[in-house]
């Protein structure tokens, strides 16, 4: 028995690096840390929410790298000195990692009340309709 993947499919062609972004997105493994929402505000766009409290506008960076939207936080250790009898606030660094489609643009991103937003807005492609010639074969 033969296994028909994406790639492989006779209808569907050209769709090896869709097939290969689900596996990358497969293997990301994020661990839950910070949690986060994403919303679709209207049609044509939508609001990745991630909850980083503790976390100041400096300690975070928002990078699009190969079609995949990273944010990333890191603390500085502001722990010298203090003593805790328990520390429950994670104060950890974090990776977070959304593959976006062909056409999904970063808008902008807005830190609230502990929160960080990132808007993200896909524009509309254009109707393009292609007519090929047929050349009659034979003799070049």
């Keep these: 028995m033969t296994k028909l993947t994406l790639g492989t499919h006779p209808f569907l062609l ?13 293997k990301s493994g994020n661990d839950g840390y910070p949690p986060y929402n994403i ?13 980083v409290a503790g976390f100041a506008e400096t300690d975070l960076s928002i ?3 190969d079609n995949q939207l990273v944010i990333r936080g890191r603390q500085s250790d502001d722990s010298e000195g203090r003593i805790f009898l328990h520390r429950g606030i994670a104060a950890r660094q974090f990776q977070r990692s959304f593959v976006l489609a062909d056409g999904v643009d970063v808008g902008e991103a807005i830190m609230e009340n502990g929160l960080l937003h990132v808007d993200l807005n896909r524009r509309v492609p254009d109707a393009v ?10 003799a070049k």
Aim: proline share 0%; net charge positive.
């Design 39 to 51: 919303e679709q505000t209207s049609d044509r766009s939508y609001r990745i929410t991630l909850a």
């Design 129 to 138: 309709v292609q007519t090929i010639k047929i050349r009659k074969g034979g």
């Design 14 to 26: 050209g769709f090896e690096q869709l097939e290969r972004l689900v596996e990358r997105t497969a």
């Design 63 to 65: 990078t699009v790298e």
